[in-house]
């Protein structure tokens, strides 16, 4: 079945420092591609997307590119702050019969420091 | 408006009991689906319902059980609870369930001793 792979963690940057959050995915097809963020004591919130090889998905400062070549979605930032403290989960949406269901990496916990 | 709301926020049971877990969509979605959180891995999908249908099942034993009600509400059942059962359940909502951005709720966390 299809699989997503993040890179382990946790990670700890100073404010103000690039950020870096690996992800690689495996399936058939290509398949659209998602970051969600949850904060501590929160559900999941839908931080960017990309849909289709190439698309560069962005929001909050936070972006992340389609590679189909790499089978890769790595969500960056270029200079952090400590309200980005929080875990941060790359899926792909998976499609079987009629059901569409998110497929998650096990989460990258990023801490922020001042 | 509310977002989706989950209830209760937090669960303590013993092994062997039986717990339902509840889900309010945001209103005018008519699909939920649940997703299992245990510690330190990403959700796990346990469930899609649409239209009080279930369109999809995870790799979830019978013990796993779901439904959803005419106002698009649902529950989730989990019958002869297992330690390895400790989990966030998070209940997430859209309004077809297919090709959509899914709201989630800040879910419920059930601790079994």
């Known amino acids: 079945g299809n699989s997503v792979t993040q890179m382990e963690g946790p990670v700890t940057l100073s404010e103000e420092a690039f950020l870096t959050i690996n992800c690689t995915y495996t399936?058939?097809?290509?398949?659209?591609l998602f970051w969600y963020v949850q904060y501590p004591g929160e559900g999941l919130q839908l931080l960017l997307k990309a849909t289709k090889a190439d698309d560069k998905g962005s929001n909050k400062g936070f972006e992340a590119t389609y590679r189909k070549e790499t089978t890769s979605f790595h969500l960056e930032k270029g200079s952090v702050q400590v309200s980005d403290s929080a875990v941060y989960f790359c899926a792909l949406i998976e499609t079987q019969g009629g059901s569409e269901k998110l497929v998650f990496g096990k989460g990258t916990k990023l801490t922020v420091n001042p | 408006d509310a977002g989706v709301t989950q209830s209760p926020t937090h669960l303590i049971k013993t092994r062997g009991q039986h717990v339902t877990l509840r889900c309010s969509p945001i209103?005018?979605?008519?699909?939920v689906s649940w997703y299992q959180q245990v510690l330190g891995q990403g959700p796990q999908f346990i469930f899609q319902y649409y239209e009080k249908e279930e369109r999809g099942r995870g790799n979830f034993p019978d013990r796993f059980s779901a439904r959803q009600f005419p106002n698009y509400s649902s529950e989730l059942n989990v019958n002869a609870l297992l330690l390895g059962d400790s989990a966030l359940y998070l209940c997430?909502?859209?309004?077809?369930?297919?090709?959509?951005?899914?709201?989630f709720g800040s879910g419920t966390q059930l601790s079994v001793l």
């Open positions: 997430a909502s859209s309004k077809t369930g297919w090709g959509e951005k899914l709201f």
């Open positions: 209103s005018g979605h008519k699909s």
């Open positions: 399936a058939t097809g290509y398949p659209s």
